[in-house]
């Protein structure tokens, strides 16, 4: 199983991409308002950072996955639980996303199909790329699918610039200040710091040099286009509405009107957010099945996916918690994900492997 | 393994589906009428396409029907009031291709605040709609008239309102801005009902006099959304004008010596807010316009530049104080923001705002507007004087 520069670009970029459009415009619209476009440069500038520190970990040991060299770090007791942490954040993740997968196509698209259907569905799909493809696979599938979210995001935005009112982007700061702002920035920072599964990704890489300039290009990429679509929404709808939309971005698809028949192009923007968000599950139920696997030496770890996989269809279906479903980006992803996950374990790591390996190279005695 | 997988979503994916819906099943929703029902709660009206009749294609004859047909039902709120219609609808209604809202006067009055949720929740239907305020009626008897030249009367609608130069679709979108926001209160265009030859009876059905929808200006609402009355289709230009969204406008002149017209094609406003010492704002709005003089019934000869240039001075003076007027009549018999002149404090001087948000209301009707107007008359037209006049008549 082999990956490429190309196709960590491009994993990256779709992995990011259609979730931060979906989910993060409202929440940051809250609290930063026609500020958005501040929030979201900051996002992006630190979530290539938290990539950047990401993979310059990984690089350390290229061969290897974190859960082998975050044990050879930091020793086996506390490399074991740092792993464990992770593999907390991939499982609830999973379960997450494919709960919001389900809500969403049943509000938008199958009011009435049940949403064990679509679970199932994604599930059978998740088991079919990750046992037949491995990452190899996933990433051949992101060398597709990226391009087609990038063409249809330009394309909408292009649609829907004849409804920009410049106004809405006025008072620039004074109605908001240093903190909304920042506060906003935390919520799709969050999301871009999900790059940080380039820990497990790097030693997949056919020449793991390449990997920096894949991922921290398909980071940029990816925050780059988010910020344009947020401007884009700001332009449209204003902060105020946009912050009470659940998916502003998705409503902006649907107001496109062109000439009165270029319309309900919605179905492009749910296309956009499905493939991306095939591509989480898969890299996160990639990433849950192989670390478990290496963390309890498990031979072959596609025997795994058996057990893995009701577990999450499961967890999707059967725990009936608005919590999970509506809080679990706002609180557990934003305050304890992004500052340990994201941030903390990635630069606690690069700091001992770097001091360790100054202490290893330093002739013995001096 | 491979073989087992494909089979398996195969199974999946190819078994149909829940919400398959053929477009026989379902019945095409055009507009949606909001009216009070006797018991306080809402009575919605639906205009409803019969899609046998609506077929343009396959040679004469064939469709001659009427292109739609009227339904309505009683209940709490919308969707209880759906559910009471579905009762007697046999296709489940969909609203993917709504296009217009029609709100009762009655309902307008009593505020609307509590009533029109659905269209933001419901995934099937877009922001972009258009909204109207019916002027002295019902929308159950809005929707109920046909229109001869458009198989769906909405669709008659909707390009009234765009060929008369206002907001159009983006109406609703407009509203829902201006309810979030402090420096605008929030206005809806209004319709009515009239017939096609003014002053005669209207004939039935199919009739050279039939009934027809008139755009009748807009409806100002305040704060709490709730209509306080009627600005004519003059005003509600005026007002769009000074806001921008004005597309296009004819003025014309009245004169004893014979009416001049000019139809405005490029139209733009600027508002500049002062302050005076004490803080207390003061507007200059500037109007320009260019157009083409379409209409001169006097002998002034128009190929004479000094001619052209008093004309112009004519045409803005008119435009100046109709402007004028307006505000004036806005902010005394309203008092009122409508045209969104503290939104523009907000967004070029929003510290100044800050303090001057809390008492708008009461500071706006005693605020100094002044109108500048600007129009260019850029093409005359295919003669010079009137063709009418000796040439002894002709002023040059």
């Known amino acids: ?366 | 393994m491979k073989k087992v997988f494909s089979l398996l979503i195969c199974l999946v994916i190819l078994t149909g589906c829940w919400d398959r819906k053929e477009l026989n099943e379902r019945s095409i929703w055009l507009a949606t009428g909001w009216d009070v029902a006797e018991d306080g709660g809402v009575e919605i009206s639906g205009q409803i396409v019969i899609p046998a009749n609506v077929q343009t294609q396959g040679g004469g004859g064939g469709a001659t029907g009427q292109g739609f047909f009227a339904i309505s039902a009683k209940g709490k709120d919308v969707r209880d009031a759906l559910q009471n219609m579905q009762a007697k609808l046999p296709r489940e209604a969909f609203f993917g291709q709504r296009r217009v809202i029609f709100l009762g006067e009655e309902l307008a009055k009593r505020g609307v605040k509590d009533k029109l949720d659905i269209n933001g929740r419901s995934a099937d239907v877009s922001l972009r709609t258009d909204i109207f305020v019916i002027k002295g009626g019902t929308a159950k008897e809005i929707i109920t008239i046909a229109n001869p030249l458009e198989k769906s009367p909405v669709i008659a609608t909707l390009k009234e309102h765009q060929e008369s130069g206002g907001r159009g679709d983006t109406a609703y979108l407009n509203f829902l801005t201006a309810a979030n926001r402090d420096g605008i209160t929030p206005s809806i265009p209004s319709i009515e009902i009239t017939k096609s030859l003014e002053g005669k009876a209207a004939g039935k059905e199919k009739s050279p006099n039939p009934k027809l929808l008139r755009l009748a200006g807009v409806s100002v609402f305040d704060k709490q959304l709730k209509m306080k009355g009627f600005l004519n289709n003059e005003e509600n230009r005026n007002i769009l004008w000074v806001m921008g969204f004005l597309k296009k406008m004819t003025i014309t002149i009245k004169d004893g010596g014979g009416d001049k017209s000019i139809d405005l094609r490029s139209i733009r406003s600027k508002i500049k807010p002062t302050f005076d010492k004490n803080g207390k704002p003061s507007f200059t709005v500037t109007l320009t316009g260019e157009g083409a003089l379409t209409e001169n019934n006097s002998g002034l000869d128009v190929t004479y530049a000094d001619n052209l240039r008093r004309l112009e001075k004519e045409f803005s003076k008119q435009a100046q104080d109709h402007v004028q007027q307006t505000i004036n009549k806005v902010q005394k018999e309203y008092r009122l923001d409508i045209l969104g002149l503290g939104e523009i404090l907000h967004r070029h001087h929003p510290n100044r705002w800050k303090k001057l948000k809390t008492n708008w209301d009461q500071t706006f009707p005693g605020t100094t507007i002044t109108v500048q107007a600007k129009i260019k008359v850029k093409q005359i037209g295919m003669s010079g004087p009137s063709l009418l006049y000796r040439e002894s008549e002709i002023k040059k």
């Not at chain 1, 030693?203 to 401007?231: E, H, Q, R």
């Not at chain 1, 696997?293 to 499961?314: D, E, M, S, Y």
Request: charged content about 10%; aromatic content about 14%; overall charge positive.
């Open chain 1, 1 to 366: 199983m082999k990956l490429s520069g190309l196709q960590i670009f491009w994993l990256m970029y779709t992995f990011q991409t259609g979730n931060i459009i979906l989910l993060t415009i409202s929440p940051v619209m809250k609290d930063a308002k026609q500020d958005v476009w501040i929030a979201y440069l900051i996002a992006s500038v630190l979530g290539v950072l938290i990539v950047y520190i990401a993979v310059k970990t990984a690089l350390q040991n290229p061969s290897q996955t974190l859960i082998v060299f975050s044990k050879r770090i930091l020793g086996k007791w506390l490399g074991t639980v740092i792993v464990l942490v992770y593999l907390v954040q991939w499982y609830s993740v999973i379960g997450n996303i494919l709960r919001e997968f389900a809500d969403f196509t049943i509000t938008v698209l199958l009011p009435r199909t049940p949403s064990w259907v679509l679970l199932l569905t994604m599930v059978l799909l998740l088991v079919y790329i990750t046992y037949i493809g491995g990452i190899e696979g996933i990433g051949r599938c992101c060398e597709v699918f990226g391009p087609i979210i990038m063409f249809s995001v330009v394309m909408l935005v292009i649609f829907s610039m004849k409804d920009f009112n410049a106004a809405n982007l006025l008072p620039v700061f004074t109605d908001t200040g240093v903190v909304p702002i920042l506060n906003g920035a935390l919520t799709p920072l969050a999301f871009l710091g999900e790059s940080v599964i380039m820990l497990m990704l790097v030693s997949f890489t056919d020449k793991p040099d390449k990997a920096l300039k894949g991922a921290v290009w398909g980071i940029t990429l990816s925050a780059l286009t988010v910020t344009i679509v947020a401007v884009c929404v700001l332009l449209v709808f204003g902060p105020d509405i946009s912050a009470k939309l659940r998916h502003p971005s998705f409503d902006v698809t649907s107001y496109i009107s062109i000439l009165g028949f270029i319309q309900n192009l919605e179905i492009i923007a749910v296309l956009v957010w499905i493939l991306s968000v095939f591509v989480k599950l898969s890299l996160y139920f990639f990433a849950a099945n192989y670390g478990t696997a290496q963390l309890f030496k498990v031979k072959n770890w596609r025997t795994l996916i058996w057990f893995t996989a009701p577990l999450f269809f499961c967890l999707a279906m059967f725990v009936p918690s608005h919590s999970y479903t509506f809080g679990y980006m706002k609180t557990y992803w934003v305050y304890y994900a992004l500052p340990i996950n994201m941030a903390g374990i990635p630069l606690l790591l690069l700091l001992v492997g770097s001091i360790r390996k100054k202490l290893a190279l330093a002739p013995p005695g001096q």
